[in-house]
Nanobody, 117 residues
Framework: QVQLVESGGGLVQAGGSLRLSCAAS????????MGWYRQAPGKQRELVAV???????NYGDSVKGRFTVSRDYAKNMVYLQMNTLKPEDTAVYYC???????????WGQGTQVTVSS
């Protein structure tokens, strides 16, 4: 069973930076897709950034140009470098890893990011 553990969240002032990390364990087959989603209070979970096994990336519109997703394939880790943070980036950030064959779709417990104005 794939388990994901996020770290690196916290409180930061607007304009600051944070780096999130996610470690995956229990993996027999490397994820096809790893990445980050977030959910703010009263809102639906939304895409932040994902990266494929081939290194292709996709970002949510609100974070393009500010956030960068990267992946360490050997260590089964995924990172999210967040720069120029805004108060609207405040949310719980969730790590995700999934694969089609064999199928799994795993989520971490989430890490809180709070950006003060």
């Amino acid at each position: 069973q794939v388990q994901l553990v996020e770290s690196g969240g916290g409180l930061v002032q607007a304009g600051g930076s944070l780096r999130l990390s996610c470690a995956a364990s229990g993996i027999a087959f490397s994820p096809s897709l790893m990445g980050w989603y977030r959910q703010a209070p009263g809102k639906q979970r939304e895409l932040v950034a994902v990266i494929t096994s081939g290194g292709s990336t996709n970002y949510g519109d609100s974070v393009k140009g500010r956030f960068t997703v990267s992946r360490d394939y050997a260590k089964n880790m995924v990172y999210l470098q967040m720069n120029t943070l805004k108060p609207e980036d405040t949310a719980v950030y969730y790590c995700s890893a999934n694969r089609g064959i064999p199928y799994y779709d795993s989520w971490g417990q989430g890490t809180q990011v709070t950006v003060s104005s």
